[in-house]
């Protein structure tokens, strides 16, 4: 248990279809996260909110939605996408901190296969 | 750019000590990280190091050169629990969130 969690934990969808992935974190933290993690790939920073602001966007294309409705709360929309957008989506959180060491923590992850 | 480099894979036996390499090249330094994730689990937080030297913590040590832009995860006593990936990443920012930059991982086998 890692005070992150990820819902639901294996998704098959369509190319067509719309569905949304969830993250709830326990800890008190103030900053939410998503990664791409593919298979021999390093994780790609997606998404951040920080303060439950939109601070990064990474060149992820539009199918990707995020939604950050309060600090403990996190969603990636998720709709016409393709079958190379298979992977593991991780959820994370942090502390906002004015010094170093703001460690992440990682939720268990959300398995994507598109067909 | 931002590149970070860690060996693929690497095998070592029980009860061994075995150390894991990464070196880094990042826009900015405020701190290197190494997490361990197990097949299917998610990645889980293991060391932090930000000033040079070696950071001590049960069985797992992180060394940290700042000059040289490398650091390396010591385990030792394996135990076959310890077969996972390691992830090696730096935290190119100073305070704020965390915007971490990750290597590839290093898959490690530990056999009887």
């Known amino acids: 248990e890692t005070g992150v969690t990820q819902t639901p934990r294996h998704l098959v969808m369509g190319m067509t279809n719309k569905k949304s992935l969830k993250c709830e974190q326990h800890?008190?933290?103030?900053?939410m996260y998503w990664y791409k993690q593919s298979a021999k790939k390093p994780l790609e920073l997606m998404f951040v909110?920080?303060?439950?602001?939109?601070?990064e966007n990474n060149s992820v294309p539009s199918r990707f939605s995020p939604e950050c409705p309060n600090s403990s709360h996190l969603f990636l929309h998720l709709h016409t996408l393709q079958p190379e957008d298979s992977a593991l989506y991780l959820c994370?959180?942090?502390?906002?901190?004015?010094?170093?060491?703001?460690?992440?923590?990682f939720g268990e992850g959300s398995w994507l296969t598109v067909v | 750019g931002q590149n970070i480099d860690q060996p693929t894979e690497m095998t070592a036996t029980e009860g061994a000590i075995v150390q894991i390499n990464c070196t880094y090249q990042?826009?900015?330094?405020?701190?290197l990280f190494w997490y361990q994730q197990h097949a299917g689990e998610a990645p889980t937080f293991l060391s932090y190091?930000?000033?040079?030297g070696l950071e001590e913590k049960g069985r797992f040590s992180s060394f940290l050169s700042r000059s040289k832009g490398y650091s390396y995860l010591l385990l030792k006593e394996l135990q076959m629990k310890d077969s996972a990936s390691y992830l090696c990443?730096?935290?190119?920012?100073?305070?704020?969130?965390?915007?971490?930059?990750f290597g590839a991982g290093t898959r490690l086998a530990v056999h009887p």
């Open positions: 990443a730096v935290s190119p920012m100073t305070g704020g969130y965390n915007k971490l930059i």
């Open positions: 800890l008190g933290h103030n900053a």
């Open positions: 994370a959180s942090s502390q906002v901190v004015s010094s170093s060491g703001n460690t992440i923590y």
């Open positions: 990042t826009s900015g330094f405020n701190g």
């Open positions: 909110y920080s303060l439950e602001e939109r601070v």
């Open positions: 190091n930000v000033l040079d």
